[in-house]
């Protein structure tokens, strides 16, 4: 048995911080939790897919699906898709390289939508309000693992050129009391401004008013930041934070 955990934030193909985060986990015995969006944005989408295939086949890393990975995972079926948002970076490589395709495909077979410890549960993007009475396959609560929640009638954020969802939290002030949510994907919770301001560059906690608790764990990987992560104890219990730098 490990003594516990270390939750990993995105990576988006920044596989130096990547490396780091494994060893730091070996060293301490602790078992890898990635909350999704491996690849894009980043230098390295084939380091990035070699170390992430080798820790599928050869330990027991949980591996949780991110919207950047599930879109890369439609590219490689020759769904017709839209490349954006860093993307192009990791599709370059896929279509030259078939090798590093059947890779991701390997490593992206064993994602999982969430993952639990006792009153933690991990995900990418934000988890539904219904997922606490048991509701774990709707459309909406597994769509909530991807993208967390966006207000589709207030349009799109303009930023670098690129247009993003406007997101929103509410999903964040129904985790129930003594419960935890550690996600990914979103790298300005709860501020006005748009996600990619540089100054967001740190984990986000936030206690609701009911005593739920939310860690975001993007602090902008592929995007001129960093890996960040939170060492759980075996039970889920929240024993300290630590960051990945080149």
Request: cysteine-free.
């Amino acid at each position: 048995m490990s003594n516990g955990f270390l939750v990993v934030g995105d990576i988006h193909n920044e596989v130096t911080m990547m490396q780091q985060a494994v060893d730091f986990a070996t060293a301490a015995d602790l078992r890898l939790v990635f909350v999704g969006d491996l690849v894009d944005y980043g230098p390295e989408p084939l380091a990035t897919i070699e170390l992430a295939n080798k820790l599928a086949d050869t330990t027991d890393t949980v591996f949780i699906e991110g919207n950047h990975d599930n879109k890369v995972a439609r590219f490689l079926k020759g769904n017709d898709i839209t490349i954006s948002h860093g993307m192009h970076i990791t599709v370059n490589l896929l279509k030259e390289d078939k090798q590093a395709g059947e890779m991701f495909n390997n490593v992206y077979s064993k994602m999982l939508s969430f993952f639990r410890v006792n009153n933690t549960v991990m995900a990418h993007g934000g988890v539904h309000g219904d997922f606490w009475t048991g509701d774990t396959e709707s459309s909406s609560v597994k769509s909530t693992f991807l993208y967390g929640q966006v207000d589709r009638e207030a349009g799109f954020i303009e930023r670098n050129g690129m247009n993003y969802p406007h997101r929103v939290y509410g999903w964040t002030d129904l985790i129930p009391k003594d419960h935890r949510v550690i996600v990914g994907h979103d790298r300005s919770p709860f501020e006005p401004i748009p996600q990619f301001d540089s100054n967001i560059n740190e984990i986000v906690f936030r206690t609701n008013d009911s005593g739920g608790e939310v860690i975001f764990t993007d602090t902008g990987a592929g995007k001129g930041g960093f890996v960040s992560g939170v060492v759980l104890n075996p039970l889920g219990a929240v024993i300290d934070t630590t960051t990945f730098k080149n």
